[in-house]
């Protein structure tokens, strides 16, 4: 049984502080990971991916990988209201597969 | 990024009537669509896969007689709710990858409610 867990939360930060959101795998082999935004009634956004070890930046939101402790994590800097959503952790164990899905943790952001 | 479209958005029918769902890659052509289920406050749990022109696979305890697929076309994929009961009530979400593209795109979704 291939799984992907996270902590549902909520975390909460205050306006402006960086959110960590973490998230684990079950799957040694998987090969690409994905970080995904859900606003509640909608269909999730994709943030960002990522394949190799190490840090990938793109704007305020960071991905980490380390496929050793089969971890990857998301940051989010400078945090705001509007990133107050459920965050989707999504592995893609081969090429072609759909995606596995956590079930999300929810992030509440402070004015 | 590339568009998937998914109508109806909100559906409410009576227990024992059929629901169709559709999803259409509006920008480039869906070799594979992924159909997905998610209850409140739970994941995303995959359905089926289904690939141009062949039939879907389904996942284990996904009904095949009851949540009929159909991907005639590159950019069409269509999902029925048979004979929709309460338990069916759910958010419907397809996804579509492009045949170069490891990214998939999700459509925005059906929310089902079956009275």
């Known amino acids: 049984q291939k799984e992907v867990e996270q902590n549902s939360g909520p975390l909460s930060v205050p306006e402006g502080a960086i959110a960590s959101l973490n998230c684990t795998y079950s799957?040694?082999?998987?090969?690409?990971f994905f970080w995904y935004r859900q606003y509640s009634g909608k269909s999730p956004e994709l943030i960002m991916f990522i394949y190799s070890n190490g840090d990938k930046e793109d704007g305020r939101f960071t991905a980490q990988l380390n496929k050793a402790s089969q971890y990857v994590s998301l940051l989010i800097r400078d945090s705001q209201p509007s990133d107050s959503a459920t965050y989707l952790c999504?592995?893609?164990?081969?090429?072609?597969?759909?995606?596995?899905f956590g079930k999300g943790t929810t992030l509440s952001v402070s004015s | 990024g590339a568009v998937v479209s998914q109508h109806p958005s909100r559906v409410i029918c009576k227990s024992g009537t059929s629901v169709k769902i559709e999803c259409r890659s509006l920008d480039f052509q869906a070799t594979t669509m992924f159909w997905y289920r998610q209850f409140p406050k739970q994941s995303l749990m995959l359905m089926a896969t289904?690939?141009?022109?062949?039939?879907?696979?389904?996942e284990q305890g996904v009904e095949k007689d009851k949540f009929l697929i159909n991907h005639a076309s590159l950019t069409l994929s269509t999902l029925t709710v048979t004979s929709a009961h309460p338990e069916d009530s759910s958010f419907y979400i397809c996804?579509?990858?492009?045949?170069?593209?490891?990214?998939?795109?999700f459509g925005s979704g059906t929310q089902l409610s079956v009275l």
């Open positions: 999504a592995v893609k164990v081969k090429a072609g597969t759909a995606l596995i």
């Open positions: 289904s690939n141009e022109g062949s039939k879907a696979t389904y």
């Open positions: 996804s579509a990858r492009g045949d170069r593209n490891e990214k998939l795109f």
């Open positions: 799957d040694r082999g998987s090969q690409s």
